[in-house]
């Protein structure tokens, strides 16, 4: 097996088979396997029933309600492959993301990151073919200037940058970095944490420009009240860890929804007191 991709989820089949669907168009792809961390909440086998000229698995994950960074240690050490590619349930791979993330990292060691294009409310992504998902899709904002056009990947130390939604490594580069912190529980900044804790181990970024995924529309799982004090744990770690507020502009946002209560002059964060029923 020379590639594994690994998705954690928790729900969201409906986003997991139109990834699915998007895996079985995969051309030039390596032999590759699929494997889905299963957080709890609905089966994902019907969707993995769709995957045509590849194994899909699913893998139980036991902890709380999205235990990201165990799920993805988790899946990381079921793997078969060599090399690891990491995606979000609500990406859907464009035909040449494995491709093109096994083609760099044949070259560099380093963490490949595929370019995400956002389909807006209301898309039907179901069966989409690619000629249909490009045009509706549009680029994030603040990434346009990342990805290269054209030419090879580009090399980066800016390891602030590192999203989790469609990235690629090595194994052993993996294994080097130590994986993900599961200390970090439930949603959120457990990624922002391994991007510094790769640029410890010495692990460069690498930008893609032809390792595209589509995202499937949902509201921001940031804003579920739910999750805040989980969120807010995890923001107080890495900020005793790396001595630093990761995501201001969350905590932004959050602050001025009445969901936490910051005060980055203060050196303090606290969940927002709900009041009760």
Request: a negative charge; charged letters at 25%.
């Amino acid at each position: 097996m020379r590639l594994s991709v690994l998705v954690p989820v928790r729900d969201r089949t409906e986003h997991l088979a139109n990834l699915v669907t998007g895996l079985n168009r995969a051309s030039d792809a390596p032999l590759f396997e699929l494997l889905v961390g299963w957080m709890g909440g609905d089966d994902p086998s019907p969707a993995l029933s769709r995957a045509s000229g590849f194994a899909a698995t699913a893998l139980a994950v036991d902890g709380d309600e999205l235990p990201l960074a165990g799920a993805r240690n988790s899946l990381a050490a079921a793997a078969g492959g060599e090399l690891l590619v990491f995606l979000d349930v609500d990406c859907i791979p464009s035909r040449s993301l494995l491709a093109a993330h096994e083609a760099a990292l044949a070259d560099e060691d380093a963490i490949t990151l595929g370019e995400t294009l956002y389909l807006p409310q209301g898309f039907v992504a179901r069966g989409a073919a690619e000629r249909e998902l490009r045009p509706a899709a549009r680029r994030h904002p603040e990434r346009v200037d990342l990805f290269p056009a054209l030419g090879g990947p580009r090399i980066d130390s800016r390891h602030d940058l590192f999203w989790s939604l469609n990235f690629g490594l090595r194994r052993a580069t993996f294994e080097r970095i130590g994986g993900f912190d599961d200390s970090y529980r439930g949603y959120g900044i457990e990624d922002t944490d391994f991007g510094l804790r790769a640029a410890r181990a010495g692990v460069p970024l690498c930008w893609l420009g032809d390792a595209v995924a589509f995202h499937q529309f949902h509201p921001p799982t940031r804003l579920r009240p739910e999750g805040m004090d989980a969120l807010v744990d995890n923001v107080r770690r890495y900020r005793e860890r790396w001595g630093e507020w990761p995501a201001k502009g969350w905590l932004e946002e959050l602050g001025a929804l009445g969901l936490v209560d910051w005060d980055e002059a203060a050196d303090r964060l606290e969940p927002a007191t709900r009041p009760s029923r």
